[in-house]
């Protein structure tokens, strides 16, 4: 499993200018990365379901839950037995590492649009996500993806190479398991230029869905962002500043708050 990344990442996301077959070829990889999304979901509920159909693991639970509604969620007893109840959890594979691994056993069949660097470093970490939520998170459950419920899919990260592993950027298009996705550039934009100078570190495929789907690109680029300047007198729009922020990501807002402001943002 690869390391987090120990430098900065920025990210520029670019619309794809695709011909309909193009297009048709990214639903069908899409629909393939939900199935194999969910065969990963059903397997690991079954494992989910038979630890948490253990003796160990049902009386730890048990008594947790007894002790969090009786208001001694600070006690030794309680930590003790939660910290048992983690063990007992990454023991049965419930990490990004054990859902990497078993992922291994169900892409092959789809190699030819769906190689192992999006199984694996994709997708697996999606449906964990899902897991996690659920295991330490407020998650009530685990749910299967419905038939467009892929909206992203990213390749993998090289370290020293520039561009990424199987979803790969070549400079003027996206090539992805021999498929070639012109990428729309604007050789004016400033902006871009220089972003597009940083080392690719992956790409992104990103759908937006509509009466007909939009695909874009989302580089991640390695250092920060390019501070954006006005037209007139080249002054930062977004300048990077210095200090701790804090934010709370929503379904539908964002609030953040610093040592000089605190505010709440409307997601698009």
């Known amino acids: 499993m690869a390391g987090k990344s120990s430098t ?3 990210c520029l996301t670019l619309p794809l200018i695709l011909e309909k077959w193009q297009s048709d070829r990214l639903e069908k990889r899409f629909e393939i990365a939900r199935i194999i999304y969910n065969t990963l979901v059903n397997y ?3 494992k989910l379901r038979k630890m948490e159909q253990s003796e160990e693991y049902a009386a730890i639970s ?22 048992r109840k983690y063990e007992i959890i990454k023991e049965n ?26 199984a ?7 449906v964990w996500s899902a897991f996690e939520k659920y295991l330490y998170g407020k998650g009530k459950a ?13 390749g993998y990260s090289v370290a020293g190479k520039s561009g990424g592993s199987e979803i790969m950027f070549k400079g003027t298009y996206i090539e992805w398991k021999k498929l070639k996705l012109p990428i729309k550039l604007d050789p004016d934009n400033d902006y871009e230029t ?7 570190k992956y790409c992104r495929i990103i759908k937006k869905p509509g009466k007909k789907a939009h695909w874009y690109v989302q580089l991640a680029l390695e250092g920060k962002p390019v501070v954006k300047e006005s037209a007139v007198g080249h002054e930062p729009i977004h300048p990077v500043g210095a200090g701790t922020v804090g934010i709370d990501i929503g379904p539908q807002t964002i609030a953040y708050v610093s040592d000089t402001e605190v505010g709440l943002k409307e997601l698009a």
């Open 8 to 10: 900065d990442t920025c």
């Open 62 to 83: 048990s008594r947790t839950k007894e002790l969090y509604e009786s208001g001694n969620k600070g006690s030794n007893e309680y930590n003790q037995s939660m910290n």
């Open 142 to 154: 685990v749910h299967f993806k419905k038939r467009g419920d892929i909206y992203s899919l990213r």
């Open 194 to 200: 220089e972003m597009l100078r940083r080392r690719v």
């Open 93 to 118: 594979g419930f990490d990004e590492y054990g859902f990497k691994s078993d992922m291994k056993s169900f892409y092959k069949h789809f190699n030819d649009n769906i190689g192992s660097n999006v």
């Open 44 to 46: 690991e509920l079954k």
């Open 120 to 126: 694996i470093h994709g997708i697996a970490p999606q």
